[in-house]
């Protein structure tokens, strides 16, 4: 009886749905024109040879791939990293020359070298460890040197992408509801355009 009752109810109600027609009267509306300046700055072309131009200047003079690329704070990092393999470099050569002169010296017979009472065997491990810092100096200069060069690349490259300057990092504070206690943390919020 009762399922009866919402079936007639049903019908009647659907009934009323269809029984609607659509209104005759239009109202026209006017087109508005909005004109918004656009804040976007625009975009310069890609050009996919222009990472190939910045390893190339890099290659030929480093830091040029970053002026290339109008990174200049790059500049200051890469020459400090090649002066500093250059001038360890120069001070490891001087030992080595120093420690092998003494060496040389006293295999001569010579006992007025600057070392008094260091053996031979120091002398001898002394010019291996100069000879391997130096080895490691030469590394460090290769490498920040092929790093610029792959930075250049690298920046050239992304230049190509749109990154939004609005990188914030803030502090947050929650309550917890569980232990009723506040929280504190970072959030560091990137906003893509």
Do not use: C
Not at 2 to 31: G, M
Not at 89 to 100: E, T
Not at 165 to 177: I, M, R, V
């Amino acid at each position: 009886m009762k399922s009866n009752f919402l079936y007639i109810f049903f019908l009647i109600f659907a009934t009323s749905l269809f029984a609607q027609t659509p209104d005759s009267l239009t109202v026209k509306k006017e087109k508005k024109v909005i004109v918004v300046n656009d804040s976007i700055l625009p975009k310069e072309e890609y050009n996919p040879l222009a990472p190939a131009k910045a390893a190339f200047y890099s290659a030929v003079l480093p830091g040029l791939g970053q002026v290339y690329n109008k990174r200049y704070w790059k500049i200051p990092i890469i020459y400090a990293g090649m002066a500093a393999g250059v001038y360890f470099y120069k001070q490891q050569d001087d030992d080595y020359d120093r420690f092998r002169n003494a060496y040389k010296r006293r295999l001569a017979g010579y006992t007025d070298d600057e070392f008094q009472g260091i053996s031979n065997d120091r002398l001898i491990n002394a010019q291996k460890t100069a000879q391997k810092n130096k080895s490691i100096s030469i590394i460090v200069t290769a490498a920040f040197y092929f790093l610029n060069i792959v930075d250049a690349n690298v920046d050239a490259h992304l230049r190509q992408y749109e990154v939004s300057e609005d990188l914030s990092l803030q502090p947050s504070f929650d309550y917890n509801q569980f232990s009723a206690k506040p929280q504190y943390g970072m959030s560091l919020t990137y906003r893509f355009k």
